[in-house]
């Protein structure tokens, strides 16, 4: 089993532009990597709702998954994002009951969803952070200056990198949004 590295919930980037994702941004702990999750329209306002405590007339999946959770007698222990491939994470919730502990696929955007219901750590592994995360405040590279140099915004394609400024922009995150616009100019000018 890889090292797991502990993450906090830091925000979630709304954007009503409809042609545009929303973004989960996570953070690991004691650091000044993040990692940004895009998610679409529809999660986006699911888990917006939720964390502004604003109830549904009817009861969304993941608060169904949630009710249906406590009354089986599980526990939901942790969040594990355990894979980032060319934009594309992958999570499991990880349960247990008096049999064992349980495994389940899940969506990162649905587990966080649960993870914020049911405030359970969110943890990721080395390999996640050297493909996916950002260092966002140039005065503490040091501090993760193991990572490897392609795990800034390089790794991220051009497609995500463009809704991500558009995101910074409208959220007026300008240090973010001058960082992305920089890797966007270094990208073109290689062309």
Same mark, same amino acid.
């Given at each position: 089993? #890889?090292?797991?590295?502990?993450?906090?919930?830091?925000?979630? /980037? @709304?954007?009503?532009?409809?042609?545009? #994702?929303?973004?989960? /941004?996570?953070?690991?702990?004691?650091?000044?990597?993040?990692? #940004?999750?895009?998610?679409?329209?529809?999660? !986006?306002? !699911?888990?917006?709702?939720?964390? +502004?405590?604003? =109830?549904?007339?009817?009861?969304?999946? &993941? $608060?169904?998954?949630? @009710?249906?959770?406590?009354?089986?007698?599980? *526990?939901? +222990?942790?969040?594990?994002?355990?894979?980032?491939?060319?934009?594309?994470? =992958?999570?499991?919730?990880?349960?247990?009951?008096?049999?064992?502990?349980?495994?389940?696929?899940?969506?990162?955007?649905?587990?966080?969803?649960?993870?914020? +219901?049911?405030?359970? #750590?969110?943890? !990721? !592994?080395?390999?996640? /952070?050297?493909?996916?995360?950002?260092? *966002?405040?140039?005065?503490?590279?040091?501090?993760?200056?193991?990572?490897?140099?392609?795990?800034?915004?390089?790794?991220?394609?051009?497609? $995500?990198?463009?809704?991500? /400024?558009?995101?910074?922009?409208?959220?007026? $995150?300008?240090? &973010?949004?001058?960082?992305?616009?920089?890797?966007?100019?270094?990208?073109?000018?290689?062309?």
């Amino acid at each position: 089993m #890889p090292e797991k590295i502990e993450l906090k919930f830091i925000c979630l /980037l @709304e954007n009503k532009n409809e042609d545009l #994702p929303g973004c989960i /941004l996570l953070g690991v702990l004691n650091s000044d990597v993040k990692i #940004p999750i895009l998610i679409g329209e529809h999660e !986006t306002e !699911t888990l917006a709702l939720s964390i +502004k405590g604003i =109830k549904r007339r009817r009861p969304s999946a &993941q $608060d169904l998954f949630v @009710e249906l959770l406590c009354c089986s007698g599980m *526990t939901l +222990k942790e969040v594990f994002i355990y894979h980032y491939d060319a934009g594309v994470y =992958k999570a499991e919730l990880v349960m247990e009951n008096r049999n064992g502990m349980y495994r389940i696929d899940s969506r990162p955007s649905d587990a966080i969803y649960i993870q914020q +219901k049911l405030n359970v #750590p969110i943890y !990721t !592994t080395r390999e996640v /952070l050297d493909e996916a995360g950002i260092i *966002t405040d140039k005065e503490k590279k040091k501090a993760v200056s193991n990572l490897k140099p392609k795990n800034r915004l390089s790794s991220i394609d051009i497609y $995500d990198l463009q809704k991500m /400024l558009n995101i910074a922009i409208k959220n007026e $995150d300008y240090e &973010q949004a001058a960082q992305i616009h920089a890797e966007i100019k270094h990208r073109s000018e290689q062309k």
